[in-house]
């Protein structure tokens, strides 16, 4: 049983990194807050567990159906994209000011992932069959390695996003002011063109 639970959390290693790795608001948002502080991938992880860990327990109790009905995702996609090209254009304003000056997202970072998760559709959908499908299997295990399922997963988060504002924070000194420009600029895009995606997803 021992070596049966070590291969379903390398399962989880390979399902959580391939979800974690596309790129996507939470992406975006990570870049632009790493160009400030090395450390607000662990933050922007830390507000997702905000969501998901919650998550996790309310599939495991039966109520992974709920995340996909056309009225949850209609109200989720439309919030949630409004709130996304919010912070977009939020971003793409703060960019008038002069190189230098604070660029940026306006929330924090823990609030930045909990936005990001919790306006995101397609992360409750995800969570609703593939994440179902996982948290099943670890509850054949007993209720430790639901435990383990979620540190795992979030541990995935943590290190990938961690990486990211690290590697943009240990390499800014790299970005002129037009790279800079456009790095922040491809980040505000994405998070608009998400919002608009989404509620236009929700809207039809």
């Given at each position: ?99 230098g000056e604070k ?6 970072s823990v609030t ?65 002011s037009k790279v ?25």
């Amino acid at each position: 049983m021992t070596a049966n639970l070590g291969l379903f959390l390398l399962s989880v290693v390979g399902i959580s990194l391939s979800g974690v790795m596309m790129p996507g608001p939470l992406t975006a948002a990570t870049i632009a807050k790493g160009y400030r502080d090395k450390n607000a991938g662990a933050q922007i992880a830390v507000g997702h567990a905000v969501i998901e860990l919650p998550l996790i327990a309310l599939i495991y109790l039966g109520f992974a159906h709920y995340f996909i009905f056309p009225e949850v995702k209609r109200v989720v996609g439309l919030v949630g994209g409004l709130m996304l090209i919010f912070m977009g254009v939020g971003l793409l304003w703060t960019m008038r000011k002069a190189v230098g000056e604070k660029v940026d997202l306006p929330y924090n970072s823990v609030t930045t992932g909990i936005i990001m998760t919790g306006a995101n559709p397609y992360f409750f959908l995800w969570w609703a069959t593939i994440g179902a499908a996982l948290v099943v299997n670890a509850s054949n295990f007993g209720i430790l390695s639901l435990v383990l399922l979620g540190l795992v997963h979030w541990v995935c988060d943590l290190g990938w996003y961690q990486f990211i504002s690290v590697s943009v924070f240990k390499s800014r000194h790299l970005w002129t002011s037009k790279v800079q420009r456009i790095v922040f600029g491809i980040c505000a895009l994405v998070l608009v063109g998400f919002g608009v995606w989404f509620c236009v997803s929700a809207l039809s």
